[in-house]
Nanobody, 122 residues
Framework: QVQLVESGGGWVQAGGSLRLSCAAS????????MGWFRQAPGKEREFVAA????????SYADSVKGRFTISRDNAKNTVSLQMNSLKAEDTAVYHC???????????????WGQGTQVTVSS
């Protein structure tokens, strides 16, 4: 079992940056892949980025490639999402997720945090 708590959301102007963090509890954190997803009002939850258990492999949605960076610290049980060059369309609730290595489909991830709001003003 893994419990996840996100932090770092907030309001930022377009072009600005935010860093999201996700703190995980549980001794098996380092065995899981970690992902970030987001859900805007009236839209389905969508994949943003993922990182494998060791941190050696990452993947990104096309919409955030080159702007967002996912990283993890297994010693601290945390995963982060550095978001640069933010756009109004990045506005959403951002959730972190954990599971064995899975793909971009949200339904395949078992463990979820409650989310943190990111609002980008144009």
């Amino acid at each position: 079992q893994v419990q996840l708590v996100e932090s770092g959301g907030g309001w930022v102007q377009a072009g600005g940056s935010l860093r999201l963090s996700c703190a995980a509890s549980g001794r098996t954190f380092s065995r899981y892949a970690m992902g970030w997803f987001r859900q805007a009002p009236g839209k389905e939850r969508e994949f943003v980025a993922a990182i494998n258990w060791s941190g050696a492999s990452t993947s990104y949605a096309d919409s955030v490639k080159g702007r967002f960076t996912i990283s993890r610290d297994n010693a601290k049980n945390t995963v982060s999402l550095q978001m640069n060059s933010l756009k109004a369309e990045d506005t959403a609730v951002y959730h972190c997720a954990a599971d064995w290595d899975t793909g971009p489909e949200p339904a395949l991830w078992r463990y979820w945090g409650q989310g943190t709001q990111v609002t980008v003003s144009s």
